[in-house]
């Protein structure tokens, strides 16, 4: 079953504007979470992660937001370029049960001039 | 952070063949991790090997047609064995580095005709 669910599968966004991704969990044990971006052909790359003992994490113009009770987080691009256009996973981990990633099915972000 | 060279970048294999797909991270790592994207689906972990011990496999992959070698700390290899097109996907070595921080390989993507 699905443990990380990112319910919207593209974002359209216009350049400059902000982009929010958002993502749920059900397993409570995750405690580590993490944004990574895809492009056609290439590997993920690490963008963003938070930890369960924070609720915002920022690193230049991206924000990843954790609402443990709603199990919920989200990832903001402020102000969102051209070049982010590409497919965001976001994932989980539980750190005391080995550490492998739990992925979402992805959000296909197209940032248009 | 690691840099992980995976080949091959992608390869079309008859059915009943096996393929065998390498991973080579520029330094060493304990935690190494294979993953499996199949079309418009999420990454979805196949096994994890660690070094010294036998590999893990999740619910669905066994050792039989995923044989998974891990001599040392910087290399390992994924075998899909008695392929059939059901296979065809996007295959991905991942390490977890020494900074809490996992890095992927550019990905493998097979198609079985």
């Known amino acids: 079953d699905q443990q990380v669910k990112q319910n919207s599968p593209s974002l359209s966004v216009q350049e400059g504007r902000i982009s929010i991704l958002n993502c749920d969990y059900t397993n409570s044990m995750f405690d580590y979470f993490l944004w990574y971006k895809k492009y056609p052909a290439e590997g993920p790359t690490f963008l963003i992660s938070i930890s369960s003992i924070k609720d915002k994490n920022e690193d230049g113009r991206f924000t990843v937001f954790l609402n443990k009770s709603a199990k919920h987080l989200s990832l903001h691009i402020v102000p969102s370029q051209p070049g982010d256009s590409a497919v965001y996973f976001c994932?989980?981990?539980?750190?005391?049960?080995?550490?492998?990633?739990?992925f979402g099915k992805g959000t296909s972000l197209l940032v248009t001039p | 952070s690691a840099v992980i060279s995976q080949k091959p970048s992608r390869d079309i294999c008859q059915r009943g063949t096996s393929l065998t797909i390498q991973c080579q991270v520029d330094s060493q790592v304990t935690m190494m991790f294979w993953y499996r994207q199949q079309p418009g689906q999420s990454l979805t972990l196949i096994a994890t090997a660690n070094q010294g011990s036998e590999a893990t496999y999740e619910s669905g992959f066994v050792i039989d047609k995923f044989p998974i070698s891990r001599p040392n700390l910087t290399f390992s290899t994924l075998t899909v064995s008695n392929m059939s097109p059901e296979d065809s996907s996007i295959y991905l070595c991942?390490?977890?580095?020494?900074?809490?921080?996992?890095?992927f390989g550019s990905g493998t993507r097979l198609t079985v005709v």
């Open positions: 991942s390490v977890l580095t020494g900074s809490g921080g996992y890095t």
């Open positions: 994932a989980a981990a539980d750190s005391n049960s080995g550490y492998a990633l739990n």
